[in-house]
């Protein structure tokens, strides 16, 4: 049987960040509006495990072997320590899960202390992901994130005391108003704390959020030149590089054996379920997606799905493969999806490659595809072809 990754989305935060285009929300805002109650927490988490229950019913799901699992937000770590346990106590039950799956949760520096991230490294989370985004106190205050460098340090220290020997950082850089050597700096700062795993994102500007609003009315000051911005991706590499991490997918970087599992189904177009509230599920073919706002979900968690789309035909399923897989430095194997997806990725897009290989913004070595250094600048557009 195909492993399944399961991805549980908790999508409360503190505040809602200018840049942020997740299904989140600000928890307070909740409250006072009426879409959450006293026990928010329970009541989700309730909401979570009857899906699970009706999902692994109507698909089948039980006997599948689970190698990856991530708790993704919103801020999963401002969610009690007791609920997470709940919820994972429940898959570790009624799913196959490998004695040595990697299971993920992504934390908040402003909600990370050590008594909360022992209790999650005692539920059985073995993988933590810090936001920290920046370590200067000004880019983070621009950022609206609602902690300092300081408190990202001090998460970071809090998880080792926790007994976490997998963390991963986020970082971001092309922020308003911030310096190439602010950028360099926060890319020293995160090596120097000695993570297995470092992202390190380029800010892009969504509609829908503070920031696309203020763009959109010519707003949004201080966002680098092109030149700065390139400077920026490339200090990345070389720091990190130098530094023993290889870099493999556009933004994210580990040391040996340690890139992230999770991703990777992902890239690789795996297949996984998606529970919580606006999570997505890519299962035989379908892809499939929940009600957003999490009263919603809860109120019709046994079977909260929002919309689907069929997947399987080969010319979508070769374009999403191209699309998540050229992600990965090492590039696509057109052999490996022709067979996985059942077309000929040559007859389907060999038109498109041609035209990218002439701007040089993909390579070609025998039957794999990979994006030139230019084509990884440039990726989101390059991967939009294939869509
Ligand atoms: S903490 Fe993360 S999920 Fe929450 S609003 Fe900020 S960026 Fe979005």
């Not at 060999?350 to 230019?374: H, P, W, Y």
Request: with cysteine; hydrophobic share 40%.
């Amino acid at each position: 049987m195909n492993p399944l990754s399961i991805y549980i989305h908790i999508p409360f935060c503190i505040h809602k960040c200018g840049y942020c285009d997740f299904n989140s929300y600000a928890l307070d805002n909740l409250l006072d509006q009426g879409h959450a109650g006293e026990n928010w927490a329970e009541s989700y988490s309730e909401a979570v495990i009857r899906e699970l229950k009706g999902r692994t019913r109507s698909l089948g799901l039980a006997e599948r072997p689970v190698q990856t699992l991530f708790f993704g937000g919103g801020t999963p770590s401002l969610f009690p320590a007791a609920e997470t346990a709940r919820i994972l106590a429940f898959i570790q039950e009624n799913f196959d899960i490998d004695p040595d799956a990697e299971i993920s949760l992504e934390a908040n520096p402003g909600a990370s202390d050590t008594a909360r991230l022992s209790a999650l490294r005692e539920a059985g989370v073995n993988r933590l992901s810090i936001g920290v985004q920046s370590f200067d106190d000004d880019c983070l205050r621009r950022l609206e994130r609602i902690h300092t460098g300081d408190d990202a340090r001090e998460a970071f220290r809090s998880a080792r005391r926790a007994g976490f020997s997998n963390i991963s950082i986020d970082l971001m850089f092309g922020t308003p108003f911030q310096t190439l050597n602010q950028a360099t700096a926060d890319i020293e700062a995160g090596i120097e704390l000695g993570p297995e795993h470092l992202s390190a994102y380029e800010l892009t500007i969504e509609p829908g959020t503070n920031f696309g609003a203020l763009h959109s009315r010519g707003e949004l000051h201080g966002l680098p030149d092109e030149d700065t911005a390139l400077a920026m991706w490339e200090t990345r590499d070389r720091l990190l590089s130098a530094a023993g991490f290889e870099r493999y997918e556009i933004s994210n970087f580990a040391r040996p054996a340690f890139r992230c599992r999770h991703n990777l189904n992902y890239w690789n177009r795996g297949e996984y379920l998606g529970a919580g509230a606006g999570a997505h599920s890519l299962i035989s073919g379908r892809r499939f997606w929940n009600l957003a706002r999490p009263d919603h979900y809860a109120e019709k968690a046994d079977d909260p799905t929002a919309g689907e789309e069929d997947v399987s035909g080969a010319e979508k399923a070769l374009g999403e493969s191209l699309m998540l897989g050229l992600r990965l430095r090492e590039g696509v194997s057109l052999g490996d999806i022709a067979r996985e997806c059942g077309g000929e990725p040559e007859e389907i897009f060999g038109g498109i490659f041609s035209a990218l290989a002439d701007q040089g913004l993909i390579e070609r070595e025998n039957k794999t595809v990979r994006l030139s250094r230019r084509g990884t600048l440039l990726a989101n557009q390059v991967l939009a072809k294939f869509l």
